[in-house]
């Protein structure tokens, strides 16, 4: 047996496909799993057990040479686990093909696709894959496979940034690359630096890509006086030592974005902040979470599986900026410290407080 899984998506969605592709070769040890991928998301696939081989497309351009030349392998089956793969796949040189329904998907499958959007994404991936046979793992774990190396790495740029090995570590993402009406405002997130600072020992390490660099110098009031200054490694990790860090972090408070999404296949608890994307499509899957919301009538708006265009940076304004993004806007920070304190309680995570201060008396403004 040849499968082709096309996900051409973003490092979140890609990584919501890695138990499915384990339930392909669970019930196919011996199949070849060939998996298309773009350059941006082929680091969260890199070095999966469960793929043969990975192909790697720079650009557009690329992955219709990459598909001509797919053209001269017969596929036994094209699995589409992302919407624009989903798309591809009629392209594929395959006896049968598969992917998301959507709604302007689904006519070129050789299976009746489910269309259940009240599930979360990778349920949704692996209830494709059940139609050709594919047996899901008891209890299905997104996957980043990690080597000692990227932890020796991790551990010089730990070194580097003076984050401190004995206190408590939490990881925050202010950013998000895609759909930016999912992040909450950057004077909450530095608003709740300085509560946790005032609050508990921890040692604080802002996350993501190089394009949150700016914003998380803006999180960081120079004017006031930490207790354990915030680390900036945004920027400065690749997303496997990202995940490195993160397995050995007690608590991950974030956006609805990539790094959320590896704070969970790291195992470790989140603090989920949500607004137009639906919780049930969306949550942190396999972790201790609290998610926290404004709780608004009009959330979610997103559509998830809905037509291609809202997938499209230029076409956000349509339907992002009805609201002017309220759904984050009124996340208070008391909401999210109320989360960390319930976390603690229920003895999902462990942060030391300072003696003499408490959360009752932390100042907010």
């Known amino acids: 047996m040849k499968f082709l899984v096309l996900i051409l998506a973003a490092l979140g969605d890609t990584l919501f496909t890695t138990p499915a592709i384990k339930a392909l070769r669970n019930s196919y ?7 298309i991928a773009w350059e941006d998301n082929k680091e969260i696939l890199a070095g999966n057990d469960n793929i043969d081989r990975l192909i790697v497309c720079k650009g557009k351009g690329q992955l219709i040479t990459e598909l001509q030349n797919l053209r001269e392998t017969v596929y036994d089956l094209a ?25 302007e998907l689904g006519w070129i499958y050789d299976f009746n696709v489910p269309d259940n959007r009240r599930i979360h994404a990778v349920d949704y991936c692996l209830e494709i894959v059940k139609l050709v046979g594919a047996r899901p793992d008891n209890n299905p774990k997104l996957e980043i496979v990690t080597t000692t190396e990227d932890y020796r790495l991790l551990q ?7 984050v401190s090995p004995g206190l408590p570590l939490v990881a925050i993402h202010p950013g998000g690359k895609y759909f930016s009406f999912k992040r909450w405002p950057a004077e909450r997130f530095k608003e709740l630096i300085k509560a946790l600072d005032n609050t508990y020992n921890l040692e604080i390490v802002i996350i993501g890509g190089s394009d949150d660099q700016k914003l998380a110098q803006e999180i960081i009031d120079p004017f006031y006086n930490y207790n354990h200054r915030p680390k900036i490694l945004a920027g400065k990790l690749k997303i496997k030592e990202t995940v490195a860090l993160l397995k050995n972090a007690a608590l991950f408070i974030g956006n609805d974005s990539a790094p959320m999404h590896f704070a969970a296949a790291a195992g470790t608890s989140v603090i989920a902040l949500i607004g137009p994307t639906n919780p049930a499509n969306f949550h942190p899957y396999g972790t201790d979470y609290k998610l926290v919301s404004a709780g608004l009538a009009c959330s979610p708006c997103f559509s998830w599986l809905g037509e291609l265009k809202q997938y499209l940076p230029e076409y956000l304004p349509e339907w992002a900026t009805r609201c002017k993004a309220r ?7 008391v909401d999210v410290l ?6 603690i309680k229920e003895g999902k995570i462990y942060l030391s407080r300072y003696k003499q201060k408490y959360l009752r008396e932390v100042s907010l403004t």
């Open 156 to 162: 010089d740029k730990l070194r580097l940034a003076g």
């Open 79 to 103: 699995i589409g686990l992302s919407t624009v793969g989903s798309y591809i796949s009629y392209l594929v040189n395959a006896r049968k093909k598969l992917g998301f329904k959507g709604e």
């Open 338 to 343: 109320q989360g960390v304190e319930t976390l």
């Open 29 to 35: 040890p011996e199949a070849e799993i060939d998996v």
């Open 327 to 333: 759904c984050m806007r009124e996340i208070q920070v």
